[in-house]
């Protein structure tokens, strides 16, 4: 059994990780990082050139969330970032 702990990205919690490290956020943070991911990419068209400031700055979420998206690669798709 690998049921390895892991601190939430959002929150910070410890969360036991059975998703082997596909889960960033725990639980109670799921709807909350979903919202915040989808406000992001809204605001982004295709093909776009766009630093992740520019990106930070338009929707007023922490850099930091937008950048562990991109290294999940669910950001960046398309875009030059
Ligand atoms: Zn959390």
Redesign the pocket.
């Known amino acids: 059994m690998s049921n390895r702990l892991k601190q939430?990205e959002?929150?910070?919690?410890f969360m036991s990780d059975q998703s082997g490290g596909l889960n960033l956020?725990?639980p109670?943070?799921i709807d909350k990082d979903a919202e915040m991911f989808e406000r992001v990419k809204s605001r982004l068209k295709y093909g776009e050139k766009v630093a992740v400031n520019e990106i930070a700055n338009r929707t007023g979420i922490d850099r930091k969330h937008i950048e562990r998206w991109v290294r999940a690669g669910r950001l960046g798709e398309g875009l030059d970032i």
Request: proline share 0%.
């Open positions: 939430c959002l929150c910070g919690d956020v725990c109670k943070c």
